[in-house]
C-alpha cells in the first residue's frame, strides 16, 4: 500500500513540476473569447495524452528522445501566435471577414470546424511546450513497471484539475477581469514567447555542439 501511495506522490510531483507554465498558457486560452472553453480543455487533454503516450513508447524501447529534435517543436506556438497577431491587425483595420458574410457555408459547420481548429491549437501547443514532460515521463516509466496505469490516471486526474485552476484564475476578479479584456492580445503574445523559448533549447544543443 505504502508503495502505490509513494507512487501516486510522485506522479503529483512530477506533473506540478513539468506543467507549472500550462497553467499559464490554459488561462490565456480561456481569456480569449474567441477560444470556447470545451476545446480548450479537450485539446488540453490531447495533448497531455499524447506526450504520456509518446513517453510510454520511449519507455518501451528504451530510447531517450534528443532534446533538440522535441525543442524543435517551437515553431508551433511560434506559427500559431504570429498568425494570431496577423489576424488581430486586419481585424483592427476593418479586412477581416464576419462569419455573418458566409452564407454559403452553414453556421453548424462553421462552428465545427472552429472547435476542431481550437482543440488541434491548444493541443499542438501543449505538445511542443512538452520537452520536458517527456525528458521526465520517460525514465519515471522506464523504472515504473507495472505502476505505469497509476502515474495514467494521476496525469488525467491532475490534467482536469489544471484546466480546472485555469477556469478559476479566468474567472477571478482580480486576475480575469484584465485576461477577460486584453486575452485576445496576450495569448499571441504568451505564444510567441513561449515558441522562442521552446525554440532556444534546440539553438542552445546546437550551439554546445559546435563548441564540442
Not at 497531455?48 to 524543435?72: D, H, K, N, Q, R
Request: net charge neutral; hydrophobic share 50%; with cysteine.
Amino acid at each position: 500500500m505504502s508503495s502505490y501511495l509513494a507512487t501516486v506522490g510522485l506522479a503529483i510531483t512530477v506533473f506540478i513540476s513539468t506543467n507549472v507554465d500550462d497553467i499559464f498558457v490554459i488561462s490565456a486560452f480561456l481569456a480569449n473569447p474567441r477560444m470556447r472553453r470545451r476545446s480548450v480543455v479537450i485539446g488540453q487533454f490531447f495533448g497531455i495524452g499524447a506526450l504520456v503516450c509518446v513517453s510510454m513508447f520511449g519507455a518501451t524501447l528504451a530510447l531517450v528522445i534528443p532534446e533538440g529534435w522535441v525543442s524543435l517543436l517551437g515553431f508551433v506556438p511560434l506559427t500559431l501566435g504570429i498568425r494570431q497577431l496577423l489576424t488581430l491587425r486586419r481585424s483592427s483595420n476593418g479586412v477581416a471577414s464576419s462569419i455573418e458574410e458566409r452564407d454559403a457555408q452553414p453556421q453548424e459547420a462553421v462552428t465545427e470546424q472552429s472547435s476542431r481548429a481550437q482543440v488541434c491549437s491548444v493541443a499542438g501547443v501543449t505538445i511542443a511546450n512538452g520537452g520536458d514532460n517527456v525528458g521526465a515521463y520517460v525514465p519515471l516509466f522506464v523504472v515504473a513497471g507495472g505502476l505505469i496505469s497509476i502515474y495514467v490516471i494521476v496525469f488525467a486526474i491532475m490534467t482536469a484539475v489544471w484546466c480546472a485552476l485555469g477556469v478559476a484564475i479566468v474567472n477571478n476578479p482580480v486576475l480575469g477581469d484584465p485576461l477577460k479584456r486584453y486575452g485576445h492580445i496576450v495569448l499571441p503574445l504568451v505564444l510567441i514567447v513561449l515558441g522562442l523559448y521552446i525554440l532556444s533549447g534546440a539553438a542552445l544543443l546546437y550551439g554546445t555542439g559546435l563548441d564540442g
